[in-house]
């Protein structure tokens, strides 16, 4: 498997967050969002509570005791579902794979990105500036190889930060994290293990495989690949993929007869990305950009979808011939992209015709 | 009319011709049985204009006569009663009674003559073969009839008699099932017929596995199958079968050989996670190993590893995995092959050492 990148992020406080950004009144101050009653438990803190020591999933009623001053504020789910909704759109600018955990986490794989951004690092830091500009909130990210390192690294510079595991980064990083960090491993998990002498990842590294696996089964394995920080599960979308693209900024303006080298690796990456979704994109298009940034979109839908890159590439080059723009233009952008996708991705094919 | 009969007698009779019988008519009579007597048997016709349906049964203390009465309602009757009870039938012009032991039933009647009887095909070509070939070949291909296809001369069987094979072909348009016998048919010329969907249905209830003869009359537009105790007539359905032959494919150079029993129920667990509406299934093939895949909507996700006897190189196809099972569920062989061209390709599935059945099945877009 070559080297994927995932980033997890993390939204700081996020239904806090929200209820500060709406009720200026409510900045700085100790924010606890729960129901009222008795038997209620604390959704969300935001950070100036979190100073008395409140925490999620905590009883309202402790919560109160810790902080008295505290604002109690009823959560309002419909209102965080489309800041939600706001935030993942941001995510989708940068890639289709995003795999949401819940309304304020989400795992993104941009190992293949939408924007040509570099590294994943500028990925995530792109997100976050974006989710702060446009949605006046803060959040934090991790970058890694994996999805459980990645959210551990989300995890290490909150709020409002990020930080990198880098696959050589692995070995020094998680011996010393204690093995509640891991995924799965729980409060009886973790009591287990110290019972075997394990409280660090390293100390869970000198078990073997054979013994995790006899100790637990199935999941001793997946222990024992996650203390060598091997995981890897996928980032799997929920949401049906409208459409894929790919495009590249030129580092020099160039003419339309100095585009098909780019046209065919964008082609590429564009049907690379569409192996990873079950549906099918039936219309090709080129988007190209002018070099005074006018956007011109070509597209074509065959009768049956592109069944490979190299239909798909052959149909983007052919679009070129439907620019009619002065030869002389010069362009400082092209990408390629399908689009008009449809869970009608299981094509029966006929006998007689 | 008069007569008495058994319980068990009757009630096969009739079970025999019931199945043609709709449950919503056009015409009042039509859910009526016919009921004749002729020398010492009663004969049982049931139609729906397209097919009829006649049957036979042993009767004793006969005064003849010809009446018809409610189909369901006798059917339900007869089977309501005690096995091994005497029942005796008796007519006046628009009343029948039932009477058994101490049960008694009136049923109104409608009159004989009203009776839309097609009766004996006159001069035709006339085949004769055994229950089990006719069977065999019926049943190896019937699950590919089309239904209710704007196509309507794919609602039904291609019967083909050639001068020394019978052949059946079925298909839907997306796959297609063909299966043959080879005999003396002493038919000069190479004629096809396509009988409609519930004729063959309804010959696969009365048919048996064994060595009794049915004797297959075609004249003008219309089959009889003679199976001893059962006639069945049926109207052919008037159009030109497609042809079948121009969509079997060559010797495809990607050939699987595999145990049929396995594959079938790998088939039939992936089968469960497939894509309720779509059912399609991968097959990745490469190096001897078989890999089934499928998902649905959900997320979920079913794959199963298979040894395999296939050295043909990398393919993935797609297919609807129950066009598969029914190919694979239609032979009976331990083993069957698999030829493949590419993931464009329609596959064909045989049995090894028996090619009389053949299944081509259009691939599918995954």
């Known amino acids: ?353 | 009319m008069k007569l008495q009969v058994g319980r068990n007698e009757l009630l096969s009779a009739l079970q025999a011709v019931i199945g043609v019988v709709e449950r919503r008519q056009t015409l009042p009579v039509l859910s009526n049985f016919l009921l004749e007597t002729k020398d010492d048997e009663l004969i049982v016709t049931g139609t729906d204009l397209e097919i009829e349906l006649e049957s036979r049964a042993r009767v004793q203390n006969i005064a003849p006569g010809r009446i018809t009465v409610p189909a369901r309602k006798l059917f339900d009757i007869c089977r309501g009663l005690p096995e091994g009870a005497e029942i005796q039938l008796e007519s006046t012009a628009d009343k029948a009674t039932l009477k058994s032991g101490r049960s008694r039933y009136s049923l109104a009647c409608l009159k004989a003559d009203e009776y839309p009887a097609m009766g004996q095909v006159a001069d035709g070509r006339s085949l004769t073969l055994k229950h089990g070939q006719l069977k065999a070949i019926f049943e190896r291909t019937q699950f590919a009839m089309a239904q209710q296809d704007v196509r309507y001369y794919l609602n039904g069987m291609l019967l083909e008699i050639t001068a020394n094979r019978v052949r059946t072909v079925a298909t839907d348009g997306h796959r297609l099932a063909m299966s043959e016998v080879t005999l003396e048919t002493g038919f000069k010329e190479a004629t096809q017929i396509i009988v409609p969907r519930k004729a063959i249905i309804e010959l696969l209830r009365v048919l048996e596995a064994g060595d009794e003869e049915v004797t297959l009359k075609i004249a003008a537009g219309q089959l009889q199958a003679d199976l001893d105790v059962v006639r069945l007539t049926t109207k052919l359905i008037d159009g030109r079968f497609p042809d079948y032959e121009r969509v079997i494919p060559e010797s495809g150079d990607k050939r699987l050989q595999a145990n049929r029993e396995l594959v079938k129920r790998a088939l039939g667990r992936t089968a469960i996670l497939s894509n309720e509406k779509f059912r399609g299934v991968r097959l990745q093939l490469e190096n001897s190993k078989l890999v089934l895949q499928t998902h649905n909507p959900e997320h979920e996700e079913a794959e199963e590893d298979l040894e395999v006897n296939y050295d043909g190189g990398a393919l993935e196809i797609g297919f609807n995995v129950n066009y598969l099972l029914d190919a694979l569920g239609a032979l009976t062989s331990e083993e069957f092959v698999m030829e493949l061209k590419n993931a464009d390709s329609s596959g064909l599935v045989y049995a090894l050492d028996d090619p009389s059945s053949k299944y081509v099945v259009m691939p599918m877009r995954l």
């Open chain 1, 1 to 353: 498997m070559s080297q994927r990148k995932i980033v997890h992020v993390d939204m700081d406080a996020f239904y806090a967050s929200v209820e500060q950004r709406d009720d200026p009144t409510l900045r700085g101050r100790p924010v606890v969002v729960a129901w009222r009653g008795s038997r209620s438990v604390v959704c969300a803190a935001s950070y100036e509570a979190r100073k008395f020591g409140v925490r999620s999933a905590m009883p309202a009623v402790r919560a109160e005791r810790l902080c008295p001053e505290a604002v109690f504020v009823p959560p309002d789910f419909v209102r965080y579902r489309a800041v939600s909704n706001a935030v993942r759109a941001i995510m989708l600018q940068h890639t289709e794979l995003v795999e949401p955990l819940s309304l304020d986490e989400a795992y993104l794989d941009v190992t293949e990105n939408k924007t040509g951004l570099p590294t994943a690092t500028r990925v995530a830091s792109s997100i976050r500036t974006q989710i702060r500009e446009e949605l006046k909130l803060t959040a934090s990210a991790g970058i890694a190889p994996n999805k459980f390192l990645a959210k551990i690294a989300s995890d290490w510079r909150k709020p409002d930060g990020q930080f990198v595991i880098q696959p050589a980064d692995i070995d020094t990083f998680l011996p010393p994290l204690p093995v509640g960090r891991l995924p799965g491993v729980g409060k009886v998990m973790e009591e287990k293990l110290k019972e075997m002498g394990v409280a660090t990842v390293g100390d869970l590294r000198e078990l073997t495989a054979v013994a995790l696996e006899q100790r637990f089964g199935r999941y001793g394995v997946r222990l024992h690949n996650l203390s060598l920080g091997i995981d890897h599960s996928e980032v799997k979308p929920d949401r049906p993929t409208q459409s894929i693209s790919a495009e590249d900024t030129f580092a020099e303006d160039v003419l339309i007869t100095a585009l098909e080298p780019t046209i065919r690796s964008m082609a590429e990456k564009t049907w690379k990305a569409t192996r990873k979704t079950s549906r099918i994109g039936r219309t090709v298009v080129l988007k190209l950009k002018t070099s005074d940034f006018r956007s011109l979109t070509r597209s074509h839908t065959p009768a049956s979808p592109p069944s490979s890159c190299e239909v798909l590439t052959e149909i983007a080059l052919s679009l070129i011939d439907r620019v009619d723009e002065d030869p002389q233009q010069r362009y400082r952008l092209v990408g390629v992209g399908l689009s008009n996708f449809s869970e009608a991705e299981e094509v029966q094919a006929k006998l007689f015709e």
